[in-house]
């Protein structure tokens, strides 16, 4: 994913790049092809990217173990300064060019803030009720028959404490 940057003029540019997960080095639970639309602003001397990626995924859903397809969305902005860099930079979202570079590869960014979006719980929906965790019945297809009253015997004895 390079831009060349050398004959842009000042202003706006737009730029959609549509291509398979494998060109980004994305494994699972990342599929298919992803696109990314990104929309550079070019000032005398700086550049700033706002980029907008959508890709499908994978997942096995943390409560119930379904497996499902998603799209997952990664929107970030990068500015490119037309610097020497310090020699001590804090800020992820800043990058230093020379004044002569004639492209930019935003390949490893897209890359990075797509790993950066994948939710830390993937439930296959948001109220998604889970397994039973006594009989394993998926509580979103049917009721179990267990007794929510019944307590696991590991806590009497903690129950007992309560009662004194």
């Known amino acids: 994913m390079i831009i060349k940057i050398s004959n842009l003029s000042e202003g ?3 730029f959609v790049f549509i291509d398979k997960v494998d ?3 994305l494994e699972k639970p990342f599929y298919g092809k992803y696109k990314s639309s990104i929309i ?3 000032l005398h001397d700086q550049l700033i990217l706002s980029v907008k ?5 994978k997942y096995e859903c943390d409560r119930c173990g379904v497996q499902y397809k998603t799209s997952l969305k990664s929107d970030y902005k990068m500015i490119y300064l037309m610097n020497e860099a310090p020699e001590e930079t804090e800020s992820l979202n800043v990058s ?12 490893s960014d897209v890359r990075e803030f797509a790993l950066l979006s994948v939710p830390m719980k993937q439930l296959c929906k948001e109220n998604c009720k889970g397994l039973c965790y006594r009989c394993g019945k998926d509580l979103n297809n049917e009721q179990c028959s ?3 009253d019944e307590i696991d015997p590991r806590w009497k004895p903690l ?6």
């Open 12 to 14: 706006k540019h737009d």
């Open 23 to 25: 060109v980004l080095d």
């Open 40 to 42: 550079l602003n070019k």
């Open 53 to 57: 990626s959508d890709f499908k995924v």
């Open 96 to 107: 230093y060019l020379n004044r002569d570079a004639d492209n930019i590869d935003v390949t």
């Open 146 to 148: 267990c007794s929510a």
């Open 159 to 164: 129950m007992n404490l309560k009662d004194k």
